[in-house]
């Protein structure tokens, strides 16, 4: 018998408004050691207590679209660390009294950035660094008590409130494609959120197993097994 590790871990709340790469947030977070679940965007407010840290993740519509994800406001009201990634800096800029337009210019592919403050969240990075950009809409006005963190090609690139424990972020740090990306995730779980690197693959391992006997018991199983790259 396998025995578990029941060390508690603290945990981070991937928040999805479909995102094309929510799952590569996921496996970088896990990789740096700390635990994550990816939820809706609109989680209930007892599923968003469950979390330390919340990343909202990148996504396909625009916070302006008649279309766009349905979100708890309640995830910029409990004063737990967040970083929003694309879709999700832009969410938090308008949520907190700032403007997203839609541009005649749009960024698409690796693109030079510089950074033009001293912001946590790219200590022990270059000022000039190269990251993935995929947006069309742009914040143009940021809320009160933010600060433009980094710049690409004039736009805005990266905006933090330190006070308020909120970062964003306008490219995908998640991808090989932004060169110190793993680097800005590690600065915002650990010198941000205050987090420890304690969760492993074994305790994700032993955590799937109890939940499978949890939910068959002594019934059969059918297994599918995809083989893609995410899997």
């Known amino acids: 018998k396998t025995l578990h590790n029941n060390m508690s871990h603290h945990k981070v ?6 995102a094309q790469y929510g799952k590569l947030i996921d496996k970088t977070v896990r990789k740096l050691g700390v635990e994550s679940q990816i939820v809706d965007l609109a ?3 007892d599923e968003l207590a469950k979390y330390d840290a919340y990343i909202i993740a990148g996504g396909g519509a625009s916070v302006n679209g008649v279309d766009a994800p349905k979100y708890n406001p309640e995830i910029f009201r409990l004063g737990k660390p967040t970083l929003g990634i694309c879709y999700g800096l832009q969410l938090i800029v308008k949520e907190l009294g700032g403007t997203v337009e839609k541009l005649d210019m749009r960024e698409d592919g690796p693109i030079e950035m510089s950074v033009e403050t001293d912001s946590v969240l790219f200590q022990g990075t270059p000022k000039k660094q190269v990251a993935l950009m995929t947006h069309g809409d742009t914040v143009t006005k940021l809320p009160e008590g933010f600060v ?3 710049t690409s ?15 964003g972020v306008q490219f995908h740090p998640e991808t090989d494609l932004t060169q ?5 995730i590690s600065n915002f779980l ?6 420890e690197a304690n969760y492993t693959l074994e305790d994700r391992h032993q955590a799937a197993l109890e939940e499978i006997r949890d939910t068959v018991g002594d019934s059969d199983v059918l297994l599918f097994v995809s083989g893609g790259v995410d899997s």
């Open 180 to 184: 110190y990306g793993t680097n800005i």
């Open 13 to 18: 709340g991937i928040l999805d408004p479909g």
């Open 190 to 195: 650990f010198k941000v959120s205050g987090l």
């Open 43 to 45: 989680a209930s407010n």
């Open 153 to 167: 090609n004039g736009l805005t690139a990266a905006i933090s409130n330190a006070e308020k424990n909120m970062y």
């Open 148 to 150: 433009l963190d980094a």
